[in-house]
């Protein structure tokens, strides 16, 4: 039984009874913590700080995280003298080169950092300046504070007292988002399910998405009877939490991650690998940016030989989040025949994407051994099988000849996309050095092409167009 809330515009209350199941989705709100004065100074949370309509000539920032990071370089890009108090330095949950990166940027910007700083009493003066002091007795002026120290859940006054729950708590969960009490044991029968932030799984907007769907899902087959597929990755589960929930935060460069990271794996008990790649090192990079930097770890099971967590560092990386969910998400075996060109060559860490814009080449001799083993021998493009059987006779056929239309497609595409002509490329030596089959009269008229690359010469040399 439920009931609706009383007073101004209410005036009513309203019982109902839910004949199947009760989900909880009342999410969370900004944790502000126990520090002297700090309420009284009436600080900025997250939704203050997004927002604000003027900006502050200088903003404190309590905390290291993901909204103190992506606040600190928005505030910093906008003219703000911003100072980050980080205890527990800055990103720490994610892998360490990613906060090393971001520190850098932001000292870059201008923002101080102040590792391990923790606030001891804040004081708000009568003309607005904040004034925080550090437990170490440092002082430090603002005209603004912003604390995102993390996240609380809104369960404080929903009634959880009545059912053996502590108001204020956390809703923990089964993987089929039954609520469990303290001792693990489900509440009653089950009849209670928590979905998002509340019962602080992941706490990110798609992941409370795709736990909705799974609630639904499974209350829906309970009540019918139905069996529950709540194996790994089922259709009533939300294990993808644990394992592959993707995520972007808007630094600068940005940061893009999926799955656990060398740390939490190896905490997990896995047996891992750890591949790391310099973005730098990728021919595709120069094209996107003039002195671009960026870094990419992916994390392998080995007794599994599977991908289990990917992390990348850089501007823009976010575009390459999608491939590398795909691989964590569809557990790409290492070991798999590459098939190329459809872009996943796991075993060498060096092509993970499709994009025509981006693709990893990896020349270093391990990963060139381990590309051998797939049995392409590199990274060359196999477009398309000479044969392949036909789909309903069985009967082994050739490949169709390329009709005129379809020539003038590849054509294009070709011009469009000069990576796809990667198609004419054969290997020289080993992986990652291409050199042109023979100079066609389709790849001679590619002159006028701007975004031309010279593989003979150098993997990221930019040809600039010839005047027509
Ligand atoms: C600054 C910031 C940036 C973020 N950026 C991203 C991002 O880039 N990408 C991303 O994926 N996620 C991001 N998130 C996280 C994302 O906002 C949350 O994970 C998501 O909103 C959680 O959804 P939810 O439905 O669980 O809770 P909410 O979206 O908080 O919804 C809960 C709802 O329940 C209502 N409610 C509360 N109490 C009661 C009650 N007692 N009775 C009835 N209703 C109640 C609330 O009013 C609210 O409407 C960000 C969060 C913050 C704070």
Same mark, same amino acid.
């Given at each position: 039984?439920?009931?609706?809330?009383?007073?101004?515009?209410?005036?009513?209350?309203?019982?109902?009874?839910?004949?199947?199941?009760?989900?909880?989705?009342?999410?969370?709100?900004?944790?502000?913590?126990?520090?002297?004065?700090?309420?009284?100074?009436?600080?900025?949370?997250?939704?203050?700080?997004?927002?604000?309509?003027?900006?502050?000539?200088?903003?404190?920032?309590?905390?290291?995280?993901?909204?103190?990071?992506?606040?600190?370089?928005?505030?910093?890009?906008?003219?703000?003298?911003?100072?980050?108090?980080?205890?527990?330095?800055?990103?720490?949950?994610?892998?360490?080169?990613?906060?090393?990166?971001?520190?850098?940027?932001?000292?870059?910007?201008?923002?101080?950092?102040?590792?391990?700083?923790?606030?001891?009493?804040?004081?708000?003066?009568?003309?607005?300046?904040?004034?925080?002091?550090?437990?170490?007795?440092?002082?430090?002026?603002?005209?603004?504070?912003?604390?995102?120290?993390?996240?609380?859940?809104?369960?404080?006054?929903? @009634?959880? #007292?009545?059912?053996? /729950?502590?108001? =204020?708590?956390?809703? *923990?969960?089964? $993987?089929?988002? !039954?609520? +469990? @009490?303290? #001792?693990?044991?489900? /509440?009653?029968? =089950?009849?209670?399910? *928590?979905?998002? $932030?509340?019962? !602080?799984? +992941?706490?990110?907007?798609?992941?409370?998405?795709?736990?909705?769907?799974?609630?639904?899902?499974?209350?829906?087959? !309970?009540?019918?009877?139905?069996?529950?597929?709540?194996?790994?990755?089922?259709?009533?589960?939300?294990?993808?939490?644990?394992?592959?929930?993707?995520?972007?935060?808007?630094?600068?460069?940005?940061?893009?991650?999926?799955?656990?990271?060398?740390?939490?794996?190896?905490?997990?008990?896995?047996?891992?690998?750890?591949?790391?790649?310099?973005?730098?090192?990728?021919?595709?990079?120069?094209?996107?940016?003039?002195?671009?930097?960026?870094?990419?770890?992916?994390?392998?099971?080995?007794?599994?030989?599977?991908?289990?967590?990917?992390?990348?560092?850089?501007?823009?990386?976010?575009?390459?989040?999608?491939?590398?969910?795909?691989?964590?998400?569809?557990?790409?075996?290492?070991?798999?025949?590459?098939?190329?060109?459809?872009?996943?060559?796991?075993?060498?860490?060096?092509?993970?994407?499709?994009?025509?814009?981006?693709?990893?080449?990896?020349?270093?001799?391990?990963?060139?051994?381990?590309?051998?083993?797939?049995?392409?021998?590199?990274?060359?493009?196999?477009?398309?099988?000479?044969?392949?059987?036909?789909?309903?006779?069985?009967?082994?056929?050739?490949?169709?000849?390329?009709?005129?239309?379809?020539?003038?497609?590849?054509?294009?595409?070709?011009?469009?996309?000069?990576?796809?002509?990667?198609?004419?490329?054969?290997?020289?030596?080993?992986?990652?050095?291409?050199?042109?089959?023979?100079?066609?009269?389709?790849?001679?008229?590619?002159?006028?092409?701007?975004?031309?690359?010279?593989?003979?010469?150098?993997?990221?040399?930019?040809?600039?167009?010839?005047?027509?």
């Amino acid at each position: 039984m439920v009931s609706a809330p009383t007073g101004p515009g209410h005036g009513t209350t309203t019982s109902l009874t839910a004949r199947h199941a009760v989900v909880v989705a009342i999410g969370s709100s900004a944790l502000l913590p126990d520090v002297t004065g700090l309420r009284e100074a009436a600080p900025w949370t997250s939704r203050e700080a997004a927002a604000a309509s003027e900006v502050p000539g200088r903003l404190a920032v309590i905390g290291g995280g993901v909204v103190a990071s992506e606040m600190a370089t928005a505030f910093a890009n906008l003219g703000s003298v911003v100072t980050v108090l980080a205890r527990d330095g800055v990103l720490p949950l994610a892998e360490p080169f990613v906060g090393e990166r971001v520190t850098k940027s932001l000292l870059e910007f201008g923002v101080a950092v102040r590792d391990g700083a923790e606030a001891a009493t804040v004081n708000r003066n009568g003309d607005g300046t904040v004034h925080i002091t550090l437990t170490d007795g440092e002082q430090v002026e603002a005209d603004e504070l912003l604390v995102t120290i993390g996240r609380t859940p809104n369960t404080q006054d929903i @009634g959880l #007292d009545r059912i053996g /729950l502590k108001p =204020g708590a956390w809703l *923990a969960v089964d $993987d089929t988002l !039954r609520v +469990v @009490g303290e #001792d693990g044991a489900l /509440l009653g029968d =089950g009849w209670l399910y *928590a979905a998002g $932030d509340v019962n !602080r799984r +992941v706490l990110l907007t798609h992941q409370g998405k795709y736990q909705a769907r799974a609630v639904g899902d499974v209350i829906v087959a !309970r009540a019918k009877g139905e069996a529950i597929d709540d194996g790994r990755w089922g259709r009533h589960v939300a294990t993808a939490d644990e394992h592959a929930g993707p995520q972007v935060i808007f630094t600068d460069p940005e940061v893009a991650s999926v799955g656990q990271t060398a740390a939490a794996a190896e905490a997990a008990g896995l047996r891992i690998r750890v591949v790391d790649h310099d973005l730098a090192a990728v021919a595709r990079s120069a094209l996107h940016a003039k002195g671009y930097q960026g870094h990419a770890r992916m994390v392998v099971d080995e007794d599994r030989q599977v991908i289990v967590g990917f992390t990348l560092v850089g501007p823009d990386v976010a575009e390459l989040l999608h491939a590398a969910t795909i691989a964590v998400v569809g557990e790409i075996p290492t070991t798999a025949r590459c098939r190329c060109p459809t872009w996943a060559v796991p075993e060498t860490g060096s092509a993970i994407t499709s994009s025509p814009t981006w693709r990893f080449t990896d020349t270093s001799s391990a990963n060139a051994d381990l590309c051998r083993t797939c049995s392409c021998s590199t990274i060359r493009p196999k477009p398309f099988p000479v044969r392949s059987r036909h789909p309903r006779s069985g009967h082994i056929q050739r490949r169709p000849r390329r009709t005129p239309a379809v020539r003038t497609h590849a054509r294009r595409r070709r011009r469009t996309y000069p990576s796809i002509a990667d198609h004419r490329l054969r290997p020289r030596q080993s992986v990652g050095v291409m050199v042109p089959k023979r100079r066609t009269p389709q790849l001679a008229k590619r002159g006028s092409d701007p975004c031309r690359v010279d593989r003979r010469a150098e993997p990221s040399t930019v040809i600039p167009a010839r005047p027509p």
